[in-house]
């Protein structure tokens, strides 16, 4: 019975290491985005610049085989820049519709936090609801549809912060930081990663992904963890540390990114550790903190985890 | 051994402790010189604006200088630093010199721990109802005071109240318990409320124009009194209290030495039984409806009628009475009584004597010559009225031929002096006449602005025959009371001048709730404690059987508690429970596991702190997961098994 981490029989084992070699020392985080994609959700990674976002978002890109776009947002970018139009052809004499670059697998939005609110919302749109309307006509996109977006911290110049409903769109918020001592070292020796990141190969068909989110969202959650989940979201609301408590949907968000984790780290049941792994990626940008106003901190997360018995 | 460093008082339990120390001693500001409340507000607020400014608390000098000035005060207004008012003042401003000084918990502490000590010794200066609620909201602040400051800078306002009104609630059954069984002093535990000696206003043994009226000005209740049956109509109501036979020509006085020879009273209707509740007067009369047949045993009627206590009444004391009200007495009365009747100083009041005896030699029978003098105040252009003119010198003639305007005890005592210069005995009463029954509980409530004058004449073959020279005058005054004798009259209290229903409704049930408090709480003495154990069926239960008792119930509520608790908890899921029996092993090898930590986290720690146990523990995990998370049946023998391996 797989109860403890198996991660070297695990069917994802080669990809994470994969993965590992070109982002240096973020194998947590490199789980996490995979725990968001296979729990079906968007990822949203906000941190400095120059520290790998794009780098990351390339890396699972090519390791998954997707259909990949990437779009850099900047403050004159206009909704049509991303869904397409629809161009005069002379010879025809009629007007054909030019996807936009939202029409793949999987878009990394750069820097979103820089584009008008309204292109914001256009990208935002499409990934609620898995289609896109330009010009009175409506275009699925194809499956699966990933969104990695990016965004520098709210403070710096010439940004537009996201909205709370917007930002409740993006399942999991990532914070890569600093690499730590020796992946520096060994990323000054290598001389940069993203040239890496272009020549890997894939390990993953589109086609296995629906695969495997199934086998995720299937995975054994049980009574009490059911029960840990709900004691966790009510304490947000109770507590006098946040503004305002987790919406329901959280909790499901919390729910699926625990199992996933749960599946990465080999195991058929979900546990109470791997709530508590996922929930400040989870639950930190949902959450704004009585003093001072600003997004939950880990430390606030984890103030919450010890306030919380476990049932 | 070591010392802990005191723990910082975080800046928002401040307000806490000032709303403490404020509603503790609040109370005592009433009763204090002015210069020692001025002393503790002036140090509130300053303390006040010190936290509100952030700054610093001031230095050691400061207090030093400041317990020395108030101590000096202290001794030199109460001549000692020890007693009753002077501990008290001490500790009203001690207390607010703690917060100037609010530097760690501890402090914060000893501001709470005052606070409930407090508390307690307003019970030296009243035990009203107000009282009683004033320091039950005072004990509500001071719990949630204690509680914010074990709840840290996060406890909110609203949550911490309702945790101390829960504590507080679930205190009552405890306080009843104590307030029933345990065991009674004679007397209020706390020595008497010190209102009940001072400035208690009331008849006195002497009158003299003014007294009476200035006393109808006062809207205190005097006695409360409980007939068995219909209380008799208002004009029969006749309370008698000092009898005063001597005048001075200015002041009526009572006897100094007691006649002792009982007095002869016939009664021609049924006794009338009833219960009155007096107010301490601390003095020694009592105070009973004409003519008394049955009286308490501690008490005499002296042959004057009037009924005497052992002792002064400095306690609101309860008595049960019987009374005819169709009485004959002393038809043969002695003849130092009746000469003393006819005394009148001489030389005073000459018109007033002059007029006596004309009607003494002009009219033959005593009987005529009392109809005489009424019939004088009736049409003599007399007026009834609270706020007399001043008189001076032959006070009697002065009224009588001059300003004829005067309050009963005016009439009582120029009746009373006419009847003894045209040979009629004669003597004044003072008493309370009347009285106002509360619908709500049936006591009739007696009060100061009842007080009342009357005389009382002896006639041979009838004995003393009581007269009101007021009932001639103004007869609503005896019929319905003051305020309907005195319209638009802003003299009288408030309270007796009520005319508005709603309002009246109002006071009678405040009244009828003070009465209750009074006859239920604090007239819960040694007797009334017997007759509740010999109802519930241990007579003559001595203090060590209320002890036992009392430990018995207090136990019995804390099983009944502890029962509610256990049986409230919530439900473990055996695997949990084992679960815990394992967490609670490794809390004895050093390894704490609180409740929120995951079993993975727990066996991390295990891992890196015992080694040696970590094998064991990991099956232990494995099995608990498979039971409690996992997908497949729950096999609970494995895990018991895989407890018992673990060391």
Same mark, same amino acid.
């Given at each position: 019975?797989?109860?403890?981490?198996?991660?070297?029989?695990?069917?994802?084992?080669?990809?994470?290491?994969?993965?590992?070699?070109?982002?240096?020392?973020?194998?947590?985080?490199?789980?996490?985005?995979?725990?968001?994609?296979?729990?079906?959700?968007?990822?949203?990674?906000?941190?400095?610049?120059?520290?790998?976002?794009?780098?990351?978002?390339?890396?699972?890109?090519?390791?998954?085989?997707?259909?990949?776009?990437?779009?850099?947002?900047?403050s004159?970018?206009?909704?049509?820049?991303?869904?397409?139009?629809?161009?005069y052809?002379?010879?025809?004499?009629?007007?054909? #519709?030019?996807?936009?670059?939202? #029409?793949?697998?999987?878009?990394?939005?750069?820097?979103?936090?820089?584009?008008?609110?309204?292109?914001?919302?256009?990208?935002?749109?499409?990934?609620?609801?898995?289609?896109?309307? &330009?010009?009175?006509?409506?275009?699925?996109?194809?499956?699966? #549809?990933?969104?990695?977006?990016?965004?520098?911290?709210?403070? @710096?110049?010439?940004?537009?912060?996201?909205?709370?409903?917007?930002?409740?769109?993006?399942?999991?918020?990532?914070?890569?930081?600093?690499?730590?001592?020796? &992946?520096?070292?060994?990323?000054?020796?290598?001389?940069?990663?993203?040239?890496?990141?272009?020549?890997?190969?894939?390990?993953l068909?589109?086609?296995?992904?629906?695969?495997l989110?199934?086998?995720?969202?299937?995975?054994?959650?049980?009574?009490?963890l059911?029960?840990?989940?709900? &004691?966790?979201?009510?304490?947000?609301?109770?507590?006098?540390? #946040?503004?305002?408590?987790?919406?329901?949907?959280?909790?499901?968000?919390?729910?699926?990114?625990?199992?996933?984790?749960?599946?990465?780290?080999?195991?058929?049941?979900?546990?109470?550790?791997?709530?508590?792994?996922?929930?400040?990626?989870?639950?930190?940008?949902?959450?704004?903190?009585? @003093?001072?106003?600003?997004?939950?901190?880990?430390?606030?997360?984890?103030?919450?985890?010890?306030?919380?018995?476990?049932? | 051994?070591?010392?802990?460093?005191?723990?910082?008082?975080?800046?928002g339990?401040?307000?806490? %402790?000032?709303?403490?120390?404020?509603?503790? =001693?609040?109370?005592?500001?009433?009763?204090?010189?002015?210069?020692?409340?001025? %002393?503790?507000?002036?140090?509130?607020?300053?303390?006040?604006?010190?936290?509100?400014?952030?700054?610093?608390?001031?230095?050691?000098?400061?207090? +030093?200088?400041?317990?020395?000035?108030?101590?000096?005060g202290?001794?030199?207004? $109460?001549?000692?630093?020890?007693?009753?008012?002077a501990?008290?003042?001490?500790? +009203?401003?001690?207390?607010?010199?703690?917060?100037?000084?609010?530097?760690?918990?501890?402090?914060?502490?000893? +501001?709470?721990?005052?606070?409930? $000590?407090?508390?307690?010794? /307003?019970?030296?200066?009243?035990?009203?109802?107000?009282?009683?609620?004033?320091?039950?909201?005072?004990?509500?602040? +001071?719990?949630?005071?204690?509680?914010?400051?074990?709840?840290?800078?996060?406890?909110?306002?609203?949550p911490?109240?309702?945790?101390a009104?829960?504590l507080?609630?679930?205190?009552?059954?405890?306080?009843?318990?104590?307030? *029933?069984?345990f065991?009674?002093?004679?007397?209020?535990?706390?020595?008497?409320?010190?209102d009940?000696?001072?400035?208690?206003?009331?008849?006195?043994?002497?009158?003299?124009? !003014?007294?009476?009226?200035?006393?109808?000005?006062?809207?205190?209740?005097?006695?409360?009194?409980?007939?068995?049956?219909?209380?008799?109509?208002?004009?029969?109501?006749y309370?008698?209290?000092?009898?005063?036979?001597?005048?001075? !020509?200015?002041?009526?006085?009572a006897?100094?030495a007691?006649?002792?020879?009982?007095?002869?009273?016939?009664?021609?209707?049924?006794?009338?039984?009833?219960?009155?509740?007096?107010?301490? /007067?601390?003095?020694?009369?009592?105070?009973?409806?004409?003519?008394?047949?049955?009286?308490?045993?501690?008490?005499?009627?002296?042959?004057?009628?009037?009924?005497?206590?052992?002792?002064?009444?400095?306690?609101?004391?309860?008595?049960?009475?019987?009374?005819t009200?169709?009485?004959?007495?002393?038809?043969?009365?002695?003849?130092?009584?009746?000469?003393?009747?006819?005394?009148?100083?001489?030389?005073?009041?000459?018109?007033?004597?002059?007029?006596?005896?004309?009607?003494?030699e002009?009219?033959?029978?005593?009987?005529?010559?009392?109809?005489?003098a009424?019939?004088?105040?009736?049409?003599g252009?007399?007026?009834y009225?609270l706020?007399?003119?001043?008189?001076?010198?032959?006070?009697?003639?002065?009224?009588?031929?001059?300003?004829?305007?005067?309050?009963?005890? /005016?009439?009582?005592a120029?009746f009373?002096?006419?009847?003894?210069?045209?040979?009629?005995?004669?003597?004044?009463?003072?008493?309370?006449?009347?009285?106002?029954?509360?619908?709500?509980? !049936?006591?009739?409530?007696?009060?100061?602005?009842?007080?009342?004058?009357?005389?009382?004449?002896?006639?041979?073959?009838?004995?003393?025959?009581?007269?009101?020279?007021?009932?001639?005058?103004?007869?609503?005054r005896?019929?319905?009371?003051?305020?309907?004798?005195?319209?638009?009259?802003?003299?009288?209290?408030?309270?007796?001048a009520?005319?508005?229903?709603?309002?009246?409704?109002?006071?009678?049930?405040?009244?009828? %709730?003070?009465?209750?408090?009074?006859?239920?709480?604090?007239?819960?003495?040694?007797?009334?404690?017997?007759?509740?154990?010999?109802?519930?069926?241990?007579?003559?239960?001595?203090?060590?059987t %209320?002890?036992?008792?009392?430990?018995?119930?207090?136990?019995?509520?804390?099983?009944?508690?502890?029962?509610? =608790?256990?049986? /409230?908890?919530?439900?473990?899921?055996?695997?949990?429970?084992?679960w815990?029996?394992?967490?609670?092993?490794?809390?004895?090898?050093?390894?704490?596991?609180?409740?929120w930590?995951?079993?993975l986290?727990?066996?991390?720690?295990?891992?890196?702190?015992?080694?040696?146990?970590?094998?064991? $523990?990991?099956?232990?995990?494995?099995?608990? *997961?498979?039971?409690?998370?996992?997908?497949?049946? =729950?096999?609970?023998?494995?895990?018991?098994?895989?407890?018992?391996?673990?060391?």
């Amino acid at each position: 019975m797989p109860v403890f981490s198996v991660s070297r029989d695990h069917p994802l084992a080669p990809l994470i290491a994969a993965a590992n070699q070109v982002i240096l020392g973020k194998e947590r985080e490199i789980r996490l985005a995979l725990a968001c994609l296979f729990a079906g959700g968007h990822l949203l990674i906000e941190d400095l610049p120059g520290v790998g976002k794009t780098t990351l978002a390339q890396t699972l890109a090519a390791l998954l085989g997707l259909r990949y776009h990437r779009i850099q947002f900047t403050s004159d970018l206009l909704p049509a820049d991303i869904t397409g139009v629809s161009l005069y052809q002379r010879e025809t004499g009629d007007f054909r #519709f030019l996807p936009g670059p939202i #029409f793949a697998q999987l878009i990394l939005a750069d820097e979103i936090n820089r584009a008008t609110p309204k292109t914001q919302s256009a990208l935002l749109e499409a990934m609620e609801e898995g289609q896109v309307t &330009a010009e009175g006509e409506t275009r699925p996109l194809p499956q699966p #549809f990933f969104v990695i977006a990016t965004q520098n911290p709210a403070h @710096q110049i010439g940004t537009f912060p996201l909205p709370e409903s917007q930002l409740d769109r993006f399942l999991v918020r990532l914070e890569l930081g600093y690499p730590d001592r020796e &992946a520096e070292l060994a990323l000054l020796a290598s001389g940069g990663q993203r040239t890496r990141a272009a020549s890997l190969t894939p390990l993953l068909q589109p086609a296995d992904i629906p695969v495997l989110r199934q086998a995720t969202a299937t995975l054994h959650a049980a009574p009490p963890l059911l029960a840990y989940v709900q &004691a966790l979201v009510e304490a947000t609301r109770r507590q006098t540390g #946040f503004l305002h408590g987790l919406s329901p949907r959280a909790g499901l968000g919390l729910l699926a990114v625990a199992r996933a984790w749960a599946w990465l780290e080999g195991r058929d049941m979900v546990l109470p550790d791997d709530v508590q792994a996922v929930l400040p990626a989870v639950a930190c940008h949902r959450l704004r903190s009585a @003093q001072g106003g600003g997004h939950a901190t880990p430390e606030d997360i984890g103030a919450l985890i010890r306030s919380v018995p476990i049932p | 051994m070591s010392v802990a460093a005191p723990q910082a008082l975080d800046r928002g339990a401040v307000p806490w %402790l000032f709303a403490t120390a404020l509603i503790a =001693t609040a109370p005592h500001f009433f009763h204090q010189p002015e210069w020692l409340t001025g %002393l503790a507000l002036l140090i509130f607020g300053w303390g006040g604006w010190l936290w509100w400014r952030g700054l610093r608390l001031p230095g050691r000098w400061w207090l +030093v200088a400041l317990v020395v000035a108030s101590c000096a005060g202290i001794v030199l207004q $109460f001549r000692s630093l020890f007693g009753r008012e002077a501990g008290l003042a001490l500790l +009203v401003v001690f207390t607010a010199m703690k917060l100037l000084e609010l530097r760690s918990r501890r402090d914060a502490a000893v +501001v709470t721990v005052l606070g409930y $000590f407090l508390l307690l010794t /307003h019970y030296f200066h009243s035990q009203s109802i107000l009282t009683g609620a004033w320091l039950f909201a005072a004990s509500l602040i +001071v719990t949630a005071t204690l509680i914010r400051l074990h709840g840290g800078p996060n406890s909110r306002l609203l949550p911490t109240l309702r945790y101390a009104a829960l504590l507080t609630v679930q205190a009552v059954p405890f306080m009843l318990v104590l307030y *029933l069984l345990f065991p009674r002093i004679g007397g209020p535990l706390w020595g008497l409320p010190q209102d009940a000696y001072n400035g208690r206003t009331g008849l006195s043994g002497s009158m003299s124009p !003014g007294s009476i009226a200035n006393l109808a000005q006062n809207g205190d209740i005097a006695f409360r009194a409980r007939f068995e049956s219909t209380p008799p109509s208002r004009g029969r109501l006749y309370w008698r209290g000092p009898v005063l036979e001597e005048f001075d !020509g200015q002041t009526w006085k009572a006897m100094d030495a007691l006649a002792l020879a009982r007095p002869d009273i016939s009664g021609q209707d049924p006794p009338l039984r009833y219960a009155v509740t007096l107010e301490p /007067h601390n003095q020694r009369w009592l105070l009973a409806l004409d003519a008394p047949s049955t009286w308490p045993a501690d008490s005499r009627l002296l042959a004057n009628l009037t009924l005497l206590g052992n002792r002064p009444i400095t306690q609101r004391q309860r008595i049960e009475l019987t009374t005819t009200l169709d009485y004959r007495f002393n038809v043969q009365e002695s003849g130092t009584t009746l000469q003393r009747a006819l005394r009148l100083p001489a030389g005073r009041n000459p018109r007033a004597q002059a007029l006596g005896q004309s009607w003494r030699e002009t009219i033959v029978d005593p009987g005529s010559r009392v109809e005489q003098a009424l019939t004088l105040f009736r049409t003599g252009n007399f007026v009834y009225t609270l706020t007399p003119p001043l008189l001076a010198g032959d006070t009697m003639d002065e009224f009588l031929f001059g300003t004829r305007r005067g309050f009963c005890e /005016h009439y009582a005592a120029a009746f009373v002096v006419l009847m003894r210069a045209a040979g009629v005995p004669a003597r004044v009463i003072t008493g309370y006449q009347g009285g106002e029954l509360n619908p709500l509980d !049936g006591y009739l409530v007696v009060r100061q602005s009842d007080a009342h004058a009357w005389a009382e004449v002896w006639l041979a073959g009838q004995g003393w025959v009581r007269v009101d020279p007021t009932a001639a005058i103004a007869p609503t005054r005896i019929e319905s009371g003051l305020a309907e004798a005195m319209p638009g009259s802003d003299a009288l209290p408030a309270l007796v001048a009520l005319r508005q229903d709603w309002l009246r409704s109002l006071r009678f049930r405040w009244e009828a %709730l003070n009465n209750g408090w009074n006859q239920w709480i604090l007239g819960y003495n040694p007797e009334r404690q017997r007759e509740l154990m010999g109802r519930l069926g241990l007579p003559d239960a001595d203090w060590q059987t %209320l002890a036992k008792w009392l430990f018995g119930a207090c136990g019995l509520v804390l099983l009944l508690v502890s029962a509610w =608790t256990l049986a /409230h908890r919530p439900r473990l899921d055996p695997a949990q429970r084992l679960w815990r029996r394992a967490s609670a092993r490794l809390g004895r090898r050093g390894i704490d596991c609180p409740e929120w930590m995951p079993p993975l986290a727990v066996l991390a720690r295990v891992e890196a702190g015992q080694p040696a146990l970590a094998p064991a $523990f990991r099956s232990f995990v494995e099995h608990y *997961l498979a039971c409690r998370y996992g997908p497949g049946p =729950t096999n609970l023998k494995a895990l018991r098994r895989a407890l018992a391996a673990l060391p």
